[in-house]
């Protein structure tokens, strides 16, 4: 379903991952793809929150582990990551998050602005909070969260 | 009407006219040269082009850029008709058009306009010199035949009346004319005939038309106002006037703001892409700001020959059929069609990866002919004669490497210029010719494209050079001194650094080398720099043919495998880990490898990009696994049961030359000694320019051609990779660059040619110290051959070698090499006869190559003396030595090649007696070697004093009338290097040619013994070599 112009003004498509405790949300349109078992060459002497690439059909892709890059304690060695594969600019990038769980249409009026320290993480990774039921929806803002660092 | 706003459009005219302005330049500079004598086809295929541009930007609304075609086409008419002479001022008018033509075609969208009115200025002028723009009435000028300037316009208010459709008609790439009619010859009422009317109409449009009645003439002209796309001349003969009653109306450059005339007024019509007004900063200077507007030029669309593409269609059509019977083989699974289908596939691809790969290859000849413009501009400039020769411009290139080559290419041309070559009086002066010599070159040598810049000027003064950089402050005096030639010459990448006196607006401001240099680093040209003070300069850049798919090597580290483009590469060493504690060793912090009497440094893999001493992964299991690893230096000699003892031997499939090391003999106690190969260290040798440094890794794996592909804009900013590919498997392997790491670890030049000259160095290397590769045919006999008189040593399978003519030959590279075993001339054990593989030492003799066949390559060891040439001497065998306790026979190469081919040996400096009975002084101390020496030299016609050190030697140089020496470096009482500089320091054998023989290359010995004043370095046993540089010190 295409929404229209108006209808999106106010309803999101959010799809739903975790990372450590934190519950995340990614507006629907920046995600390509979502794989699993793929395997990540590691890549030495780069920002430590590059896990490595991958090779996603022929391309080349930075793999990003959002857990270094929220500080926080990686996942034990045993457990299966997944890989969201977001398209920034021209390029894809892989984000690499510890399980993809839903689909929720947020409304936009149920999103309120975050607070400038979320959980121990810097509040500008995040457009806003989305109110479910239950939890707590950090929506990422994923320009934000892959700008690169020039040290 | 409107503008068009097609970007289609506009783009294909765009490429269109890029076309043809690339052709016009080349075309203006040829007839510039042809002077009076003018070419017609030439100035005719220009002005077509013009007209092209002309037609197609009037097509489009581009006003500036027909406005200005306009002019340079009315220029090339005058100079087609033989009115005008193509004077430099004149070609110089019309490439300053095509070079504002060109600019305002590479404006984006909106930009701000740029002013043409200086080079239209400068073409109107030389079209009408007497009017210079001020006579023409306001609104229009005329271009028309010399002697009619400024004609009286009595057709100025037919043009007024119609001045709308005048608009219109220009804006649709029409010209305008005014035809005078005479009433007598065209019809007996007014205004025009209804033939010729229709005549007309036929091609063009007539506007209105008005007859003169104030005229004097008796027979009143009719004027009539055409519109059309001919040419004048054209219209001239169609209309059947005299040219002097066609009159071309053309528009006025600038509008005057006060212009009574409305119909020149730039169309209103609100105009994105270019508007006929001036520039809002008259000021703007059309050469100040050329740079960035060329920049975005460089296209992104590509001219495909229609025949790659049919054959890309081919091949695309191949690989759906071959997919199709994948598909079917899924389902039925045989073996036997499953290999025949993956072997099509796998041509399949190869051929269409090949075929798209031709597709962005361009020949270099686009970049070369630029010079032309470029060379010629600077030469009149700067006053200098410069005859500029291109060569090999049908070399090509991948279209990245010949964009990224554009820039880097014009900065050395313009240097050469400048402070190349010298102005006429000064070459003059200098005893040459008043006209230099630019050549520029390009060729193919071993799958790689060099490109040559050639000039004959003045050359780059090191002097100079050394002082420039002590001023600078990056280099301290003792490191300058030490530096050689070569060294000096590269200094000049350094950023700041210019030789040039005086700083002109062409270069001489100390930028510009640097970036070079770094722009040809990024597309893997690497850069040689040759000079002799006024003589001239030599820059060489070599340049892979393309950077999409590159040979490699893939190496691993622990568990991750990398590829390091071959390119890079100089050789493969692998140490066995007995010898790992005295070949490699730390100083101050640095690992360095002894390689041929030189100090390698090292940088470890592992440790560079952090994986040293850390954990790694085992797959899998996901378990964190200590890596057992000490430091590579600390690692003790251990002994191993079985397994194959030569190190260094590579094989040939890498392309790689074979590695050497040296050996002390004392320390082979055992032959028995083996080695475990997961201890030993493996060595990748690479290359930064002439700086070498060895890279450790944990294994050689394989060499691939590997698909470069670009990493994520996270890891760019990593010096470290150049880029990753993707492997046989799908995973992904990371390219290293071997510049960006020598950077990382801080590893330069400099840092090591100071430890190159450490105390040990001097102490450890022996110069008479010989190289043996030991080889044997049966375990019982050990065979020497001298290393350095090698070139490779390949592996064959026995049914390679062929017999034909009764001689043994082998199909290799392309050619036919010519067998040998040893016990076809000596009397040794022959080859295994139950192998099926066997070894070939080849070696080079003269112009060709041979090979020797072996079993068995057992070690390389380095000896040092105990040579005896009188027990075991025979035919093939020059003499004999004990090595690991065992009598080691030392093969006779010449020998071999003189039994076996002595039709070869009349061929070379060794057949003819070329001698006349010169005297020639042998010194050399080892009985073995002077006997070897003084034997070749007496049999090439010379008559032989021999000494056996420099004291002696220099008692014979008082004696005898000595022609020329031959000396060894390393003897008792006195050596070679003392020996030479007393002779040198003699008036009497000031001149004295001196040849230094030595058991080894080295390069740091071979400084020292030209330092120390000898003309020639070279092998004691090269008998070929040595007796041919005796001939040519000899001949006159």
Same mark, same amino acid.
């Given at each position: 379903?295409?929404?229209?112009?108006?209808?999106?003004?106010?309803?999101?498509?959010?799809?739903?991952?975790?990372?450590?405790?934190l519950l995340?949300?990614?507006?629907i349109?920046?995600?390509?793809?979502?794989?699993?078992?793929?395997?990540?060459?590691?890549?030495?002497?780069?920002?430590?929150y590059?896990?490595?690439?991958?090779?996603?059909?022929?391309?080349?892709?930075?793999?990003?582990?959002?857990?270094?890059?929220?500080?926080?304690?990686?996942?034990?060695?045993?457990?299966?990551?997944?890989?969201?594969?977001?398209r920034?600019?021209?390029?894809?990038?892989?984000?690499?998050?510890?399980?993809?769980?839903?689909?929720?249409?947020?409304?936009?009026?149920?999103?309120?602005p975050?607070?400038?320290?979320?959980?121990?993480?810097?509040?500008?990774?995040?457009?806003?909070?989305?109110?479910?039921?239950?939890?707590?929806?950090?929506?990422?803002?994923?320009?934000?969260?892959?700008?690169?660092?020039?040290e | 009407?409107a503008?068009?706003?097609?970007?289609?459009?506009?783009?294909?005219?765009?490429?269109?006219s890029h076309?043809?302005?690339?052709?016009?330049?080349?075309?203006?500079?040829?007839?510039?040269?042809?002077?009076?004598?003018?070419?017609?086809?030439?100035?005719?295929?220009?002005?077509?082009?013009?007209?092209?541009?002309?037609?197609?930007?009037?097509? &489009?609304?581009?006003?500036?850029?027909?406005?200005?075609?306009?002019?340079?086409e009315?220029?090339?008419?005058?100079i087609?008709?033989?009115?005008?002479?193509?004077?430099?001022?004149?070609?110089?008018?019309?490439l300053?058009?095509?070079?504002?033509?060109?600019?305002?075609?590479?404006?984006?969208?909106?930009?701000?306009e740029?002013?043409?009115?200086?080079?239209?200025?400068?073409?109107?002028?030389?079209?009408?010199?007497? =009017?210079?723009?001020?006579?023409p009435?306001?609104?229009?000028?005329?271009a028309?035949?010399?002697?009619?300037?400024?004609q009286?316009?009595?057709w100025?208010?037919?043009?007024?009346?119609?001045? /709308?459709?005048i608009?219109?008609?220009?804006?649709?790439?029409?010209?305008?004319f005014v035809?005078?009619?005479?009433?007598?010859?065209?019809?007996? +009422?007014?205004?025009?005939?209804?033939?010729?009317?229709?005549?007309?109409?036929?091609?063009? #449009?007539?506007?209105?038309?008005?007859t003169?009645?104030?005229?004097? $003439?008796?027979?009143?002209?009719?004027?009539?106002?055409?519109?059309t796309?001919?040419?004048?001349?054209?219209?001239?003969?169609? $209309?059947?006037?005299?040219?002097?009653?066609?009159?071309?109306?053309q528009?006025?450059?600038e509008?005057?703001?006060?212009?009574?005339?409305?119909?020149?007024?730039?169309?209103?019509?609100?105009?994105?892409?270019?508007?006929?007004?001036?520039?809002?900063?008259?000021?703007?200077?059309?050469a100040?700001?050329? $740079?960035? +507007?060329t920049?975005?030029?460089?296209?992104?669309s590509l001219?495909?020959?229609?025949?790659?593409?049919?054959n890309?269609?081919?091949?695309?059509?191949?690989?759906?059929l071959?997919?199709?019977?994948?598909?079917?083989?899924?389902?039925?699974?045989?073996?036997?069609i499953?290999?025949?289908v993956?072997?099509r596939?796998?041509?399949?691809?190869?051929? &269409?990866?090949?075929?798209i790969?031709?597709?962005?290859?361009?020949?270099?000849?686009?970049?070369f002919?630029?010079?032309?413009?470029?060379?010629?501009?600077?030469?009149?400039?700067l006053?200098?004669e410069?005859?500029l020769?291109? @060569?090999?411009?049908?070399?090509?290139?991948?279209k990245?490497?010949?964009?990224?080559?554009?820039?880097?290419?014009?900065?050395?041309?313009?240097?050469?210029?400048?402070?190349?070559?010298?102005?006429?009086d000064?070459?003059?002066?200098?005893g040459?010719?008043?006209?230099?010599?630019?050549?520029?070159?390009?060729?193919?040598?071993?799958?790689?494209?060099?490109?040559?810049?050639?000039?004959?000027?003045?050359?780059?003064?090191?002097?100079?050079?050394?002082?420039?950089?002590?001023?600078?402050?990056?280099?301290?005096?003792?490191?300058?001194?030490?530096?050689?030639?070569?060294?000096?010459?590269?200094?000049?990448?350094l950023?700041g &650094?210019?030789?040039?006196?005086e700083?002109t607006?062409?270069?001489?401001?100390?930028?510009?080398m640097?970036?070079?240099?770094a722009?040809?680093?990024?597309?893997?040209?690497?850069?040689?720099?040759?000079?002799?003070?006024?003589?001239?300069?030599?820059?060489?850049?070599?340049?892979?043919?393309?950077?999409?798919?590159i040979?490699?090597?893939?190496v691993?580290?622990?568990?991750?495998?990398?590829?390091?483009?071959?390119?890079n590469?100089?050789?493969?060493?692998?140490?066995?880990?007995?010898?790992?504690? #005295?070949?490699?060793?730390?100083?101050?912090?640095?690992?360095?490898?002894?390689?041929?009497?030189?100090?390698?440094?090292l940088?470890?893999?592992a440790?560079?990009l952090?994986?040293?001493?850390?954990?790694?992964q085992?797959?899998?299991?996901?378990q964190?696994?200590?890596?057992?690893?000490?430091?590579?230096?600390?690692?003790?000699?251990?002994?191993?049961?079985s397994?194959?003892? =030569?190190?260094?031997?590579?094989?040939?499939?890498?392309?790689v030359?074979?590695?050497?090391?040296?050996?002390?003999?004392?320390?082979r106690?055992?032959?028995?000694?083996?080695?475990?190969?997961?201890? /030993?260290?493996?060595?990748?040798?690479?290359?930064?320019?002439?700086?070498?440094?060895?890279?450790?890794?944990?294994?050689?794996?394989?060499?691939e051609?590997?698909?470069?592909?670009p990493?994520?804009?996270?890891?760019?900013?990593?010096?470290?990779?150049?880029?990753?590919?993707?492997?046989?498997?799908g995973?992904?392997?990371?390219?290293?660059?071997?510049?960006?790491? =020598?950077?990382?670890?801080?590893?330069?030049?400099?840092?090591?040619?100071?430890?190159?000259?450490?105390?040990?160095?001097?102490?450890?290397?022996?110069?008479?110290?010989?190289?043996?590769?030991?080889?044997?045919?049966?375990?019982? @006999?050990?065979? /020497?051959?001298p290393?350095? &008189?090698?070139?490779?040593i390949?592996e064959?399978?026995?049914?390679?070698?062929?017999?034909?003519?009764?001689?043994?030959?082998m199909?290799?590279?392309?050619?036919?090499?010519?067998?040998?075993?040893?016990?076809?001339?000596?009397?040794?054990? !022959?080859? +295994?006869?139950?192998?099926?593989?066997?070894?070939?030492?080849?070696?080079?003799?003269?112009?060709r190559?041979?090979?020797i066949?072996?079993?068995?390559?057992?070690?390389?060891?380095?000896?040092?003396?105990?040579?005896?040439?009188?027990t075991?001497?025979? !035919?093939g065998?020059?003499?004999?030595?004990?090595?690991?306790?065992?009598?080691?026979?030392?093969?006779?190469?010449?020998?071999?090649?003189?039994?076996?081919?002595?039709?070869?040996?009349?061929?070379t400096?060794?057949?003819?007696?070329?001698?006349?009975?010169?005297?020639?002084?042998?010194?050399?101390?080892?009985?073995?070697?002077?006997?070897?020496i003084?034997?070749?030299?007496?049999?090439?016609?010379?008559?032989?004093? =021999?000494?056996?050190?420099g004291?002696e030697?220099?008692?014979?140089?008082?004696r005898?009338?000595?022609?020329?020496?031959?000396?060894?470096?390393?003897?008792?009482?006195?050596?070679?290097?003392?020996?030479?500089?007393?002779?040198?320091?003699?008036?009497?054998?000031?001149?004295? !040619?001196?040849?230094?023989?030595?058991?080894?290359?080295?390069?740091?010995?071979?400084?020292?013994?030209?330092?120390?004043?000898?003309?020639?370095?070279m092998?004691?046993?090269?008998?070929e070599k040595?007796?041919?540089?005796?001939?040519?010190?000899?001949?006159?």
């Amino acid at each position: 379903m295409q929404p229209s112009p108006t209808a999106n003004a106010t309803k999101r498509k959010l799809a739903l991952f975790e990372s450590g405790h934190l519950l995340c949300g990614l507006d629907i349109i920046h995600v390509q793809e979502i794989n699993k078992n793929i395997a990540v060459t590691a890549v030495h002497r780069v920002p430590d929150y590059v896990r490595g690439v991958i090779n996603l059909r022929g391309e080349i892709v930075t793999v990003v582990d959002l857990r270094t890059k929220f500080g926080f304690a990686p996942l034990a060695q045993e457990a299966e990551e997944q890989i969201v594969i977001v398209r920034l600019g021209d390029e894809n990038i892989g984000l690499l998050v510890d399980s993809v769980s839903d689909v929720v249409i947020a409304d936009e009026k149920d999103i309120e602005p975050t607070p400038p320290n979320l959980a121990g993480v810097p509040g500008h990774f995040f457009k806003g909070i989305y109110k479910l039921e239950q939890s707590l929806v950090a929506i990422l803002n994923i320009e934000k969260l892959l700008a690169r660092e020039f040290e | 009407m409107a503008f068009i706003d097609d970007d289609e459009t506009l783009q294909s005219f765009k490429d269109e006219s890029h076309e043809h302005l690339d052709g016009i330049e080349n075309d203006l500079l040829a007839i510039e040269e042809a002077g009076a004598d003018i070419d017609l086809e030439l100035v005719n295929k220009v002005f077509r082009a013009m007209h092209s541009i002309k037609g197609g930007a009037g097509f &489009l609304g581009l006003n500036a850029v027909k406005t200005l075609a306009h002019a340079a086409e009315n220029l090339l008419n005058k100079i087609r008709n033989k009115d005008l002479v193509p004077t430099t001022p004149v070609i110089s008018g019309l490439l300053d058009a095509a070079d504002l033509v060109n600019r305002l075609l590479n404006q984006p969208k909106g930009a701000v306009e740029l002013d043409i009115s200086g080079p239209l200025a400068a073409l109107n002028s030389i079209l009408s010199p007497e =009017s210079d723009q001020a006579a023409p009435p306001p609104g229009v000028s005329h271009a028309n035949k010399p002697g009619t300037p400024g004609q009286p316009a009595s057709w100025q208010g037919l043009l007024t009346e119609h001045s /709308a459709e005048i608009a219109d008609n220009r804006l649709g790439g029409f010209g305008i004319f005014v035809l005078e009619f005479e009433r007598s010859s065209d019809g007996e +009422q007014q205004g025009l005939s209804p033939t010729i009317q229709t005549t007309l109409e036929s091609i063009g #449009q007539v506007l209105g038309s008005q007859t003169d009645d104030s005229s004097a $003439a008796s027979p009143q002209p009719t004027y009539v106002l055409y519109a059309t796309m001919m040419e004048r001349d054209m219209l001239v003969s169609f $209309a059947g006037l005299p040219p002097e009653r066609v009159h071309e109306i053309q528009e006025q450059a600038e509008p005057a703001p006060a212009s009574p005339v409305p119909t020149v007024e730039p169309s209103p019509i609100p105009a994105p892409v270019a508007e006929e007004s001036p520039s809002p900063s008259p000021s703007k200077n059309v050469a100040a700001d050329s $740079a960035p +507007q060329t920049k975005a030029g460089t296209d992104s669309s590509l001219r495909v020959n229609i025949k790659i593409l049919d054959n890309l269609m081919t091949l695309a059509g191949e690989l759906v059929l071959t997919r199709n019977q994948f598909l079917q083989i899924v389902h039925s699974s045989h073996q036997q069609i499953f290999d025949a289908v993956s072997q099509r596939f796998d041509l399949v691809t190869s051929e &269409l990866q090949e075929a798209i790969m031709c597709t962005r290859m361009q020949p270099v000849g686009n970049i070369f002919n630029k010079f032309k413009r470029v060379v010629r501009d600077l030469a009149h400039k700067l006053g200098k004669e410069i005859d500029l020769v291109l @060569e090999g411009g049908e070399v090509e290139m991948d279209k990245t490497i010949i964009e990224a080559l554009t820039d880097p290419l014009t900065h050395l041309v313009r240097n050469s210029v400048d402070h190349g070559i010298e102005t006429p009086d000064k070459r003059t002066a200098a005893g040459k010719t008043p006209c230099g010599t630019l050549q520029i070159k390009a060729f193919h040598e071993g799958g790689q494209v060099i490109i040559e810049i050639v000039d004959d000027g003045g050359g780059i003064d090191t002097a100079r050079i050394k002082e420039k950089v002590l001023s600078m402050g990056t280099h301290d005096k003792s490191q300058i001194e030490a530096m050689q030639e070569h060294e000096l010459l590269r200094l000049i990448f350094l950023p700041g &650094l210019s030789t040039a006196k005086e700083v002109t607006d062409v270069s001489g401001r100390g930028v510009g080398m640097d970036v070079v240099h770094a722009n040809l680093s990024k597309v893997g040209g690497v850069f040689d720099i040759a000079s002799k003070l006024g003589k001239g300069t030599t820059i060489t850049i070599k340049l892979p043919l393309t950077l999409a798919i590159i040979p490699s090597l893939i190496v691993s580290v622990g568990t991750e495998r990398y590829a390091i483009p071959q390119v890079n590469m100089v050789e493969l060493v692998r140490v066995p880990a007995s010898k790992v504690k #005295q070949r490699i060793e730390r100083i101050d912090e640095a690992l360095v490898i002894r390689q041929r009497g030189r100090l390698l440094p090292l940088i470890s893999l592992a440790e560079a990009l952090g994986i040293e001493k850390r954990y790694y992964q085992v797959p899998k299991t996901k378990q964190v696994k200590v890596c057992q690893r000490q430091l590579i230096e600390d690692r003790r000699s251990c002994t191993a049961p079985s397994g194959e003892d =030569s190190e260094n031997l590579t094989s040939a499939g890498f392309g790689v030359t074979t590695g050497v090391s040296e050996v002390n003999q004392e320390n082979r106690e055992s032959p028995d000694r083996r080695t475990s190969p997961q201890s /030993a260290v493996n060595i990748v040798v690479v290359s930064v320019g002439k700086f070498h440094y060895g890279l450790i890794v944990d294994k050689l794996l394989d060499s691939e051609e590997i698909v470069v592909k670009p990493l994520g804009s996270h890891l760019r900013q990593s010096q470290l990779y150049a880029g990753a590919t993707i492997q046989g498997d799908g995973k992904v392997a990371l390219i290293l660059d071997v510049v960006g790491i =020598s950077k990382f670890m801080n590893l330069s030049s400099g840092s090591v040619r100071v430890r190159d000259r450490g105390p040990q160095e001097t102490e450890r290397i022996n110069p008479d110290a010989q190289t043996l590769l030991l080889v044997r045919n049966s375990p019982k @006999e050990q065979l /020497a051959i001298p290393l350095n &008189l090698v070139s490779r040593i390949e592996e064959i399978q026995r049914d390679q070698v062929e017999l034909t003519g009764g001689r043994s030959n082998m199909q290799y590279r392309g050619s036919t090499l010519p067998l040998f075993s040893i016990n076809e001339v000596a009397k040794v054990a !022959p080859l +295994q006869e139950d192998s099926s593989n066997l070894y070939v030492v080849v070696f080079p003799f003269g112009e060709r190559e041979a090979g020797i066949m072996v079993s068995e390559i057992i070690d390389i060891v380095t000896v040092i003396g105990g040579l005896d040439d009188t027990t075991h001497k025979q !035919p093939g065998i020059m003499g004999s030595v004990i090595i690991m306790k065992k009598i080691t026979m030392l093969v006779d190469l010449f020998g071999i090649v003189a039994a076996m081919m002595p039709e070869w040996i009349r061929h070379t400096s060794l057949g003819t007696k070329s001698g006349q009975g010169q005297h020639i002084l042998v010194v050399e101390d080892s009985p073995f070697f002077n006997r070897q020496i003084c034997g070749f030299v007496s049999d090439a016609g010379y008559k032989v004093f =021999s000494a056996t050190d420099g004291v002696e030697g220099l008692a014979l140089l008082e004696r005898e009338k000595i022609d020329l020496i031959l000396t060894d470096i390393e003897m008792p009482n006195m050596d070679g290097l003392e020996f030479t500089a007393r002779v040198r320091t003699d008036a009497r054998w000031s001149g004295m !040619p001196i040849i230094a023989v030595t058991s080894l290359n080295s390069e740091a010995a071979e400084k020292r013994g030209l330092k120390a004043g000898v003309n020639e370095y070279m092998i004691k046993l090269d008998r070929e070599k040595v007796i041919h540089t005796i001939n040519s010190y000899l001949k006159h």
